[in-house]
Structures are given as C-alpha cells and as structure tokens.
C-alpha cells in the first residue's frame, strides 16, 4: 500500500514472478501494483514475456510494456491492439 512517488523515473521494469522466492512463485506484480504505479504516475514493464497468452492477459491486467525474447511471437497480439 506504500507509495511509489519516491521512485526517481518514469517505469517499473520488473519480471511478474521473481525466481529467488520460493522457485518462482511469489508474484512480484500484481493488479494492486499496477494501480498504485499508475496512481503515482509510473508504468509498469514486465520482462520477460515471449506466451502471446500470458502477455495478452497481463496487458489486460494494465501493464504498459512487455519485453520479450521472441518479439515476433508476440506481433500479432500488438496488431490486433
């Protein structure tokens, strides 16, 4: 619930799942990141996202970014927005 003002930049460039927590499982993004990164005028970019799937449902979560190995897997999902 914190504020993220304090941050010096425009984004947060952060991988959705951090594998040094219990194997992967603790989600370092969340919805709740999300609008509080907004709130406070930040976007959120995720790295690295290469399942047009998963990036497809993370854009609808409201990130701003994704970066990916295989740019050219995710392509048709950029088109279609």
């Known amino acids: 619930g914190a504020s993220l003002a304090p941050f010096a930049g425009r984004a ?3 991988p959705p ?3 040094r927590y219990l194997a992967g ?7 709740g990141l999300v609008r509080r990164a907004r709130a406070d ?3 959120v970019h ?4 290469n ?17 990916s190995d295989d740019p ?3 392509l048709p999902l950029f088109a279609q927005r």
């Open 12 to 14: 947060l460039q952060v």
């Open 17 to 19: 799942r951090h594998p």
């Open 25 to 31: 499982l603790v989600p370092v993004v969340t919805r």
């Open 41 to 43: 005028g930040l976007e």
């Open 46 to 49: 995720l790295w690295t996202i």
């Open 51 to 67: 399942d047009p799937a998963r990036a497809a449902r993370w854009l609808a979560a409201g990130v701003d970014g994704i970066m």
């Open 72 to 74: 050219g897997a995710l």
